[in-house]
């Protein structure tokens, strides 16, 4: 079966994009039955639209008083260890 590029337009943002002749035949040899319905750019956004967002927190070291950063926001912010205290009391257990 032959594809030619068609001009689709996204659902999300309005904007007209190409669904090429290979994209077709992908589409085609995957079994799917439907034109996509986004441009690749609406696309990464609502795959990437549920993911976890880390929180970065400003931490004082509670053990050689670093001001460091962590990826969650502690219970206890007086009784926060940096990356480095926190490596050096792992690697000591």
Request: proline share 4%; hydrophobic share 25%; net charge neutral.
């Amino acid at each position: 079966m032959s594809f030619t590029d068609e001009t689709l337009t996204c659902k999300d943002c309005g904007k007209e994009f190409v669904f090429s002749a290979d994209e077709q035949a992908f589409y085609q040899e995957k079994g799917f039955e439907n034109k996509p319905g986004r441009c690749k750019e609406c696309r990464i956004a609502k795959k990437n639209a549920g993911r976890f967002e880390r929180k970065e927190t400003t931490i004082t070291c509670s053990s050689c008083g670093k001001e460091d950063t962590v990826p969650f926001e502690p219970k206890d912010p007086s009784n926060v260890l940096c990356r480095d205290c926190f490596r050096a009391q792992k690697d000591a257990a």
